[in-house]
């Protein structure tokens, strides 16, 4: 057998243990809400052309749909860090498995990251970027725990509970990224 092939199917089509919850914002809340978001990062961009820069892999269903809701020209770009794992806890420790592309220095950045939890992968991002002598660095999110820091974050697009959620590109081990709601998932205990 090729050694790319799963010896064990069932391995790749195995659901992690615990249960997908209806719908904690629906596909018609996104939507909207992204909208609005495009719209104000248009409204405070005017003649500019800014760099999105996603953060891999959560992002990537978010940043699809703010890109073409924002209508100004815009270029792309993905960072990928690790800081979970396959674990529902952090580790603590953020490590960068993929770097931009762009050099960023005099662009006009925009992070834009699935979730924010503790802040750890935020804080360490925007110093990492900071770095690179931006001509200025925004942070966009979709969602932000209740009990997250948020000064340092412009554009946020709802405030969640402490529930691990998925879909819209959200993952437990890796899976229902392709949900298009996001709903909560409750593991078993
Ligand atoms: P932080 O560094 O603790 O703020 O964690 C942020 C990262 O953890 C996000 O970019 C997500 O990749 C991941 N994460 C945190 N909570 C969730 C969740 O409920 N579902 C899926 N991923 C999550
Ligand atoms: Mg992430």
């Not at 092939?5 to 596909?27: F, N, W």
């Not at 405070?44 to 953060?55: I, M």
């Not at 890109?67 to 960072?79: Q, Y």
């Amino acid at each position: 057998m090729a050694a790319s092939e799963p010896s064990d199917a069932s391995a790749v089509t195995r659901l992690p243990p615990g249960r997908v919850g209806p719908p904690l914002i629906t596909a018609d809340r996104l939507a909207e809400r992204v909208r609005e978001l495009g719209r104000q990062i248009t409204e405070d961009h005017r003649g500019r052309r800014p760099l999105l820069v996603g953060v891999l892999k959560g992002a990537f269903v978010f940043m699809s749909d703010l890109a073409r809701a924002i209508d100004l020209p815009v270029e792309i770009d993905f960072m990928a860090v690790s800081s979970y794992g396959e674990a529902t806890e952090s580790s603590g420790v953020v490590r960068i498995v993929k770097d931009l592309e762009t050099d960023i220095a005099g662009r006009d950045v925009i992070l834009v990251e699935d979730i924010v939890d503790s802040g750890l992968t935020l804080r360490y991002l925007r110093r990492l970027l900071s770095d690179r002598r931006p001509a200025s660095l925004e942070i966009c999110v979709l969602l932000a725990r209740a009990r997250a820091e948020l000064d340092e974050v412009r554009y946020v697009g709802f405030t969640i509970p402490d529930d691990w959620v998925v879909g819209y590109g959200l993952d437990v081990g890796e899976h229902y990224r392709e949900l298009q709601a996001v709903h909560s998932f409750e593991p078993d205990a």
